[in-house]
């Protein structure tokens, strides 16, 4: 089974600072790792996610997050923020073997940005 | 292309009453999956369904029952409601064969059980 943990459930920060948020996970298998965004009243939307090959990924709106096996970690980061990235965000894992290929997702991240 | 849709977008039941949500998957995808959102949380996985099959279970109880149609559209059941079943539903589809496939999300079905 695998197991996510957001360790912030929200993130205040001003408008053009840098942001960053946690995810760790637990897995007894390899996972492939992803980081959803739900803004309000919508569904989730993939933002990015992590296969294979370069650790560090990035989404086309300057988000990037970096594997980290040892660390069991895959945090988000952003060098500025707008005021339109308030949103909640959601890391979650799938086993990348095994059959059962259902996400877990952790409890999210509602990231604030004031002006 | 329009994406997943789902419907209806808000309802209020009375508790013991059953609801039935609907989904039609984003074209061309094959499995849909239904995700329970309570507020503030993330959502848990209820079921999936391929080839009009329930492929997979999460840990919900048998008042939780679904469809899938041979045009892959899906219905999600719950009956004898509960006030904790109040909550955002969340219909989700892909194309099978590989776990990095991305999952397209609705915007989901907000139930008020009262």
């Known amino acids: 089974a695998q197991s996510v943990t957001q360790l912030d459930s929200q993130v205040p920060v001003f408008e053009e600072a840098p942001v960053e948020l946690r995810c760790n996970y637990s897995s007894s298998v390899s996972v492939y790792l992803f980081w959803y965004v739900q803004y309000p009243n919508q569904g989730l939307q993939l933002l990015l996610k992590?296969?294979?090959?370069?650790?560090l990924v990035e989404s086309i709106n300057g988000f990037e997050a970096e594997f980290n096996k040892s660390q069991t970690s895959f945090h988000l980061r952003k060098p500025s923020v707008h005021i339109s990235d308030t949103a909640e965000y959601f890391c979650?894992?799938?086993?990348?073997?095994?059959?059962?290929?259902?996400?877990?997702f952790g409890r999210g991240t509602s990231l604030i940005v004031h002006p | 292309d329009a994406g997943v849709t789902q419907s209806p977008t808000h309802l209020i039941k009375t508790r013991g009453q059953q609801v039935t949500l609907r989904c039609s998957p984003k074209s061309g995808h094959d499995t849909v999956s239904w995700y329970q959102q309570a507020l503030g949380q993330g959502p848990q996985f209820i079921f999936q369904?391929?080839?009009?099959?329930?492929?997979q279970r999460g840990n919900f109880p048998d008042r939780f029952s679904g469809h899938q149609f041979p045009n892959y559209s899906s219905e999600l059941n719950v009956n004898a409601l509960l006030l904790g079943d109040s909550a955002l539903y969340l219909c989700a589809s892909s194309l099978s064969g590989h776990p990095g496939n991305t999952i397209y999300f609705g915007e989901g079905s907000w139930l008020t059980v009262v």
């Open positions: 979650a894992v799938t086993p990348a073997s095994g059959g059962s290929y259902i996400p877990t």
């Open positions: 992590y296969l294979s090959g370069s650790t």
């Open positions: 369904y391929y080839e009009e099959e329930e492929r």
